[in-house]
């Protein structure tokens, strides 16, 4: 066959990229150190924490509704959530399992969100944790030498609300990243999977993102904002 008559190539799939997929890690090389060059960032450190902790951390969280009983006038189909998220960790002191690979364990000890509402439903949707035993979840290297890059996976189990209402009780749900340079995680992208459906909207994958440590104040007034929205002190 000659050359001129060969098929052309399949156009590449455009897949969605989330905007820190691309970004180096923290502290990875920034440029030259001579004159007019920026700073280097700071080092990224070596090895997982040392000892235990609670820690406080606020991110971003989109979540794409798939609306069903979309409030009178709404001609939308899907609202993409962005919610302010507060959170509170009990992080326990990293060990080496059986296979050789350090790792941590640490448990959601209390979950909130802000910026809670839909203009499709016209009303706020809410998450927090249900009131029950909360699963484990881990950080672990992903080779033997050394503690970055890792993996972080964290477990959930939540209720949903519909302004006051309760809409669904001890869901539970999963999210991951990778890789993960420095504890708590920055500059990652985690992907979630936390399926609900109902009679009025239906959710599943989102992703979060600007994870940062926050002081317990910032943490307290954040979770205070989100129960007055269910009607709670």
Do not use: H
Not at 13 to 29: E, K, L, T
Request: charge should be negative; charged fraction near 20%.
């Amino acid at each position: 066959m000659s050359e001129k008559n060969l098929p052309e190539p399949p156009e590449p799939v455009s897949w969605p990229n989330p905007s820190s997929a691309a970004s180096p890690p923290r502290g990875g090389p920034t440029g030259g150190t001579g004159a007019g060059s920026p700073p280097r960032a700071p080092q990224r450190p070596e090895q997982f924490p040392p000892e235990g902790e609670v820690e406080y951390e606020r991110s971003v969280i989109r979540i794409p509704f798939n609306l069903k009983g979309a409030a009178p006038g709404a001609n939308r189909k899907v609202d993409v959530m962005v919610f302010d998220a507060y959170m509170r960790l009990i992080r326990q002191a990293p060990v080496t399992n059986g296979l050789g690979f350090r790792q941590f364990e640490f448990t959601i000890d209390a979950w909130e969100l802000t910026n809670t509402f839909s203009p499709g439903l016209n009303a706020d949707v809410t998450f927090t944790l249900s009131d029950t035993v909360q699963p484990r979840s881990i950080c672990i290297a992903q080779q033997r030498e050394r503690d970055y890059p890792s993996l972080i996976v964290y477990s959930a189990i939540y209720d949903v609300y519909l302004g006051t209402t309760r809409i669904v009780e001890n869901q539970p749900g999963v999210a991951y990243a990778t890789p993960v340079w420095e504890i708590p995680p920055r500059n990652v992208t985690v992907a979630f999977e936390k399926p609900f459906e109902s009679d009025q909207f239906s959710f599943s994958a989102g992703c979060c993102e600007g994870m940062r440590a926050i002081t317990q104040e910032e943490f307290e007034a954040g979770a205070a904002a989100a129960r007055a929205v269910r009607g709670q002190s």
